[in-house]
């Protein structure tokens, strides 16, 4: 167990429908990372928040979003939600934004009809 | 940019044998740390290895091994003595050193699925 917890663990949503889902970063850690997994695929990176602030970003249209939050937890946003946008959502928290370690959540398994 | 390559799809181990898993890297950077990361069918990825580019010395952790060749940009994961618990996706990742942006990300391989036969 890494101590980064996400939920929910899984969710059905309808094409066209917003989602969000969370993430509770480690004790300690104040940079959080979001990557999509689809199905057969490795990991995907979407962007990193550090302290609040974006300073990353994937290949991943506008139309995904995040926060973070004072405690460092984290949200990703998806707005009008396609079909290819189905896939597991991990999460992962670094005790630095320059620190080579990451730890991540189980993820939150997304389906969208 | 930076891709990570793994060309086997599925390896299969009998218990208590070796395997030796694939990876190639591409990266003009010469600061780096490259990773193998597990995940079995809980989905949670779970760090196996992790080697940094500036180091000669392959990195060891009990029964999982490396072999990093820096030219060849090759990283290969040896895995002694196979468990069944061993069984699982297996992921190479890399990530460039260098600090903030979409530079401080991972950039994970397709992965390469191990069975472990009892």
């Given amino acids: ?113 | 940019a930076q891709t990570v390559t793994q060309s086997q799809p599925e390896m299969s181990v009998q218990e208590a044998e070796t395997v030796t898993l694939s990876c190639t890297y591409d990266t003009s950077e010469s600061d780096y740390y490259l990773f193998w990361y597990k995940q079995p069918p809980s989905r949670q990825m779970i760090l196996v290895i992790r080697q940094e580019a500036y180091k000669q010395q392959n990195a060891t952790e009990n029964r999982f091994s490396v072999n990093f060749q820096k030219a060849a940009k090759s990283f290969s994961l040896k895995i002694s003595d196979s468990q069944l618990g061993d069984a699982a996706m297996y992921f190479c990742a890399y990530r460039s050193a260098a600090w903030g942006g979409s530079q401080g990300n991972l950039i994970f391989g397709k992965g390469t699925k191990l069975s472990v036969k009892p």
């Fill in chain 1, 1 to 113: 167990e890494t101590g980064v917890t996400q939920s929910p663990t899984h969710l059905i949503k309808t094409r066209g429908q917003q989602v969000t889902l969370r993430c509770s970063s480690q004790s300690g850690h104040n940079t959080v990372s979001w990557y999509q997994q689809a199905l057969g695929q490795g990991p995907q990176f979407i962007f990193q928040y550090y302290r609040e602030e974006e300073n990353g970003r994937g290949n991943f249209p506008p139309r995904f979003s995040g926060l973070q939050f004072p405690n460092y937890s984290s949200e990703l946003n998806v707005n009008a939600l396609e079909l290819d946008d189905s896939a597991l959502y991990l999460c992962a928290s670094s005790p630095e934004t320059g620190s080579a370690e990451a730890f991540f959540g189980q993820g939150t398994r997304l389906t969208v009809v």
